[in-house]
């Protein structure tokens, strides 16, 4: 099942199963987890197009005027004229007139300016500059993708999620209205996962290159409602975060019950499945004091909400059984 959209694919219909890149390819991405062919070429083409050139030029540590994407006609002087201009500290500014694609009288014009006038007047815009809707879809996508990578379906298999979902499938429209992209400078790993805390709430986060990404959890459903009165401002507001607790794995876990994650006394997020009460568990279970994530493994609903409700007794108490089904792969 495609973990966005839900479509159901055929396992043995291979070509109906993508590879897709949580952060994209072009921007320095190596982490890939999967999607249905729809959607990663639907992603591709809308929110990973801007994303991916955003954290690139991050990554790079270049200027916004040093975007790969550009609009196809600047302004010389005040007059349209099509071409390109590249930018760089070293060179400057240069200029690449398309002469097919304009006018005679432009062409003139242009060969004018720069053999006669000495004061010359540049003008353009940068299209990535219109798009910052787009790039914090694209946060978005990749925060959910690397928790689906990390925990499977029990973290997608939960309707609270169904508004990012929304979000992530249809990136022109504004579903969620809030500002979930904040800029980070306490957490320097390039890509995390993890619970922060800040103005007194805890909430699921990833974090990419200097940015992170705010997701509810579960047992805070409305985060985003609150901490839009915390924060007002556009995507490189800074928060002071009072704590940062990124969940350390040593390598991408697959397990053969559903899981659902508590830090502290909190539940982060449980799979609907497991709150209706149905299913045994495991719960991986990680606190302030330590970062590492422990598991108890299985536990039904009953433990669950003892759990949930003491967890420093309740943990001593649950014996591991079973067995816990590991694969390793590269990150
Ligand atoms: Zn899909």
């Known amino acids: 099942m495609c973990p966005v959209c839900f479509k159901k694919i055929d396992i043995r219909k291979s070509n109906e199963i993508s590879d897709a890149h949580i952060i994209p390819k072009a921007a320095g991405g190596n982490r890939k987890t999967f999607l249905c062919k729809k959607c990663n070429s639907d992603f591709g083409s809308k929110q990973d197009k801007w994303f991916g050139e955003f954290i690139r ?62 004061n010359k007047t540049f003008g353009f815009s940068l299209p990535i500059l219109a798009k910052e ?16 990578d990390t925990f499977g379906y029990s973290w997608v298999l939960q309707s609270y999620l169904d508004q990012i979902r929304e979000q992530i499938l249809s990136p022109d429209k504004m579903i969620i209205n ?5 800029k980070n400078e306490t957490i320097e790993d ?10 007194g709430h805890l909430a699921l986060a990833a974090g990419f290159s200097g940015y992170m990404i705010i997701i509810p959890p ?20 800074t928060v002071n975060l009072a704590g940062f607790y990124p969940i350390y794995f ?4 697959f397990y053969d019950v559903p899981v659902c994650l508590m830090f502290d006394n909190k539940i982060m997020f449980a799979p609907d499945a497991m709150a209706a009460g149905k299913l045994e568990t495991m719960t991986i279970y990680f606190s302030t004091s330590d970062p590492v994530a422990k598991f108890s493994y299985p536990i039904n609903n009953k433990q669950f909400q003892k759990l949930s409700k003491n967890p420093e007794s309740e943990k001593k108490r649950i014996k591991l059984r079973g067995k816990i089904a590991t694969k390793y792969f590269d990150i």
């Open 190 to 199: 390039k890509c995390w996962i993890g619970v922060i805390q800040f103005a």
């Open 218 to 237: 579960i047992h805070c459903q409305d985060l985003y409602m609150k901490i839009d009165e915390l924060i007002t401002t556009s995507i490189d507001r």
């Open 250 to 253: 040593k390598n991408r876990h």
């Open 57 to 118: 030029l991050i990554e790079s540590k270049k200027n916004i005027v040093q975007t790969q994407i550009k609009a196809d006609s600047f302004f010389l002087c005040n007059k349209n004229v099509r071409g390109r201009f590249e930018y760089s500290p070293e060179s400057g500014m240069e200029v690449l007139i398309h002469k097919d694609r304009n006018p005679p009288e432009i062409n003139d014009y242009v060969l004018h300016q720069f053999q006669k006038e000495r």
């Open 133 to 148: 809707r787009m790039i914090s879809v694209g946060y978005l996508t990749a925060a959910y993708l690397f928790w689906f």
């Open 178 to 182: 809030n500002l979930y992209v904040l």
